[in-house]
Nanobody, 122 residues
Framework: VQLQAFGGGLVQAEGSLRLSCEASGFSFRSHSMGWFRQTPEKEREFVAFVAWDSSITYYAPSVKGRFTISRDNAKNTMYLQMNSLKPEDTAVYYC????????????????WGQGTLVTVSS
């Protein structure tokens, strides 16, 4: 099982980035997926969720209206479009595959990627 997140980088405030998460080794189209993020000062926090068929999406209040989660099951890939970025969005972003349970709870996810660093400068 492998989840590889990439697309992070350095961007100025109000800029945009698009993260991708490529999955292999498991049935991607059968799993709902999520993005989480973590900084050295804070515990890992939920960012966004997408159902296996994209029928449901859910966002943390801090990113709702600015971030958009999506997926392409034909490509085994999930995305996170991040617009109007703020310095407080700076974090390592992780993608994860959910096994069941509350979509915003990291304990509901059993497969995790290695993370990609997003740095937003003011």
């Amino acid at each position: 099982v492998q989840l590889q997140a990439f697309g992070g980088g350095l961007v100025q405030a109000e800029g945009s980035l698009r993260l991708s998460c490529e999955a292999s080794g498991f049935s991607f189209r059968s799993h709902s997926m999520g993005w989480f993020r973590q900084t050295p000062e804070k515990e890992r926090e939920f960012v966004a969720f997408v159902a296996w068929d994209s029928s449901i999406t859910y966002y943390a209040p801090s990113v709702k209206g600015r971030f958009t989660i999506s997926r392409d099951n034909a490509k085994n890939t999930m995305y996170l479009q991040m617009n109007s970025l703020k310095p407080e969005d700076t974090a390592v972003y992780y993608c994860a595959a959910r096994r069941g349970g509350t979509c915003s709870d990291e304990r509901s996810y059993n497969y995790w990627g290695q993370g990609t660093l997003v740095t937003v400068s003011s």
